[in-house]
T-cell receptor, first 114, second 113 residues
Framework: DSGVTQTPKHLITATGQRVTLRCSPR?????VYWYQQSLDQGLQFLIQ???????AKGNILERFSAQQFPDLHSELNLSSLELGDSALYFC?????????????FGEGSRLTVL | AQSVTQLDSQVPVFEEAPVELRCNYS??????LFWYVQYPNQGLQLLLK??????LVKGINGFEAEFNKSQTSFHLRKPSVHISDTAEYFC???????????FGAGTRLFVKA
């Protein structure tokens, strides 16, 4: 158990819809990262938050947005969903104070867009 | 720009045989390097990491990796694999002081009986 909690584990929805994925980081971790994993694209970095502020941005579409709340949990919002958005979305956290870069991953949220 | 390249997308190997999963990185500065493993239907978990010091790093489940600065490589090895080692393995790197971890494309290790 990594200590990172993601909900929901599975989500099935239709094209054009909007979903929210939630992540609770390990206790004490200030950084939250979101990754998308698909068969054709591999593991793609989407976005990172550190203590409530956006720190780094990767290949995140404009239809996607994220935020980190004062209690450090994070949400990834995916809107106007397309078939190609079907993927496994991972959240990871780290204790950036240690500066080692080690990430702790949740078990992921599997999104299926029909 | 920093990148991490895993040279093999799939590696089939027989049980109890040795295995090496290859990883090269490009960077003009020192990096922290990692190997993560992803078992089916699970998230990634850390196998081992290189931060500094000894270039031979030992991790969990009998895996080890060697940091080679001259060849910019960080290959993962295990002298004798088990069926339970079947998984996807990711090499990753991050610049010290940076907050973005870059992952390789992954290598699927398939251990056959």
């Amino acid at each position: 158990d990594s200590g990172v909690t993601q909900t929901p584990k599975h989500l099935i929805t239709a094209t054009g819809q909007r979903v929210t994925l939630r992540c609770s980081p390990r206790s004490g971790d200030l950084s939250v990262y979101w990754y998308q994993q698909s068969l054709d694209q591999g593991l793609q970095f989407l976005i990172q938050y550190y203590n409530g502020e956006e720190r780094a941005k990767g290949n995140i579409l404009e239809r996607f947005s994220a935020q980190q709340f004062p209690d450090l949990h994070s949400e990834l919002n995916l809107s106007s969903l397309e078939l190609g958005d079907s993927a496994l979305y991972f959240c990871a956290s780290s204790n950036s104070g240690r500066d080692t870069g080690e990430l702790f991953f949740g078990e992921g949220s599997r999104l299926t867009v029909l | 720009a920093q990148s991490v390249t895993q040279l093999d997308s799939q590696v089939p190997v027989f049980e109890e045989a040795p295995v090496e999963l290859r990883c090269n990185y490009s960077s003009s500065v020192s990096v922290y390097l990692f190997w993560y493993v992803q078992y089916p239907n699970q998230g990634l978990q850390l196998l081992l990491k290189y931060l500094s010091g000894s270039t031979l790093v030992k991790g969990i489940n009998g895996f080890e990796a060697e940091f080679n600065k001259s060849q910019t490589s960080f290959h993962l090895r295990k002298p004798s694999v088990h069926i339970s080692d079947t998984a996807e393995y990711f090499c990753a790197g991050v610049l010290p002081g940076g907050f973005k971890t870059i992952f390789g494309a992954g290598t699927r290790l398939f251990v056959k009986a």
